[in-house]
C-alpha cells in the first residue's frame, strides 16, 4: 500500500511544470531571453527558475519592471 501511494505522488508531481505560471526573463548586456518558472511574484519581487535548470534568480520591482541578477549577469522581466 505505501508503494502505491508513493507511486501516486510521483506522477502527481511529474507534470507540475505544465501548471506553473511562467515568464520571459531578458540579459540587459545580451538581449537574450529565456523561459522561467515563476516560483513567487508580487508587487515587490519575482523569483524564477530558468525552464530546464535549477537556477534560480531573484528580482525587485523598480519602474514597473522586475530587476536582478545572476553571477554577474542581469536581467529585466515584466513578470507577465
Same mark, same amino acid.
Given at each position: 500500500? #505505501?508503494?502505491?501511494?508513493? !507511486?501516486?505522488?510521483?506522477?502527481?508531481?511529474?507534470?507540475? !511544470?505544465?501548471?506553473?505560471?511562467?515568464?520571459?526573463?531578458?540579459?540587459?548586456?545580451? #538581449? &537574450?531571453?529565456?523561459?522561467?518558472?515563476?516560483?513567487?511574484?508580487?508587487?515587490? &519581487?519575482?523569483?524564477? &527558475?530558468?525552464?530546464?535548470?535549477?537556477?534560480?534568480?531573484?528580482?525587485? @520591482?523598480?519602474?514597473? @519592471?522586475?530587476?536582478? @541578477?545572476?553571477?554577474?549577469?542581469?536581467?529585466?522581466?515584466?513578470?507577465?
Amino acid at each position: 500500500m #505505501g508503494h502505491r501511494f508513493e !507511486s501516486c505522488r510521483a506522477h502527481h508531481f511529474e507534470g507540475i !511544470s505544465d501548471i506553473m505560471q511562467k515568464t520571459i526573463i531578458q540579459n540587459i548586456e545580451t #538581449g &537574450i531571453t529565456k523561459n522561467c518558472d515563476i516560483l513567487k511574484k508580487n508587487d515587490r &519581487i519575482l523569483e524564477v &527558475i530558468l525552464e530546464g535548470t535549477t537556477i534560480k534568480i531573484l528580482l525587485k @520591482k523598480h519602474n514597473h @519592471k522586475y530587476i536582478g @541578477k545572476f553571477k554577474e549577469m542581469e536581467f529585466v522581466s515584466t513578470g507577465d
